[in-house]
């Protein structure tokens, strides 16, 4: 008897606490339902910015990815052929893979690549530029 008066008591008192409190819970639980919703918006923004930000930079940048290449035996060739006042064989190793010491391609200009902007006003217009770096 004592097992079913403690167990009605223990459920009582659970049901009177969620019947007190129903309101505050459901307010509670609109709150969550609103800055779900809020978070959903802004996590859908932030997936459209990043995917806008993504496909202006791919655009941007597309035409560095294709880069006209040129064999080793090509450009000798060239330059056996003549007109090596219009070919310019250019290094452009960073200065910290560039050793003073090392050895470069006969005839080549040394160009560091973050004073490029500044070299390139100096370089001739009509020649034909072939970079190097390793």
């Not at 959903?40 to 940048?61: G, N």
Request: net charge neutral.
């Amino acid at each position: 008897m004592l097992d079913s008066a403690g167990a009605l008591l223990y459920t009582t008192s659970y049901i009177l606490v969620g019947y007190v409190s129903r309101d505050f819970l459901a307010a509670t639980l609109r709150n969550f339902y609103a800055a779900g919703r809020v978070m959903e918006v802004l996590v859908a923004i932030a997936i459209i910015v990043y995917a806008a930000y993504w496909l202006r930079q791919i655009i941007k940048y597309r035409a560095y990815n294709v880069v006209p290449r040129i064999q080793v035996a090509e450009l000798a060739a060239r330059l056996a052929a003549g007109g090596t006042d219009k070919i310019k064989i250019v290094d452009v190793r960073s200065h910290g893979y560039y050793d003073v010491g090392a050895e470069r391609i006969h005839g080549s200009i040394r160009i560091e690549p973050s004073n490029l902007d500044e070299e390139i006003k100096n370089l001739p217009k009509d020649a034909e530029f072939y970079l190097y770096c390793t």
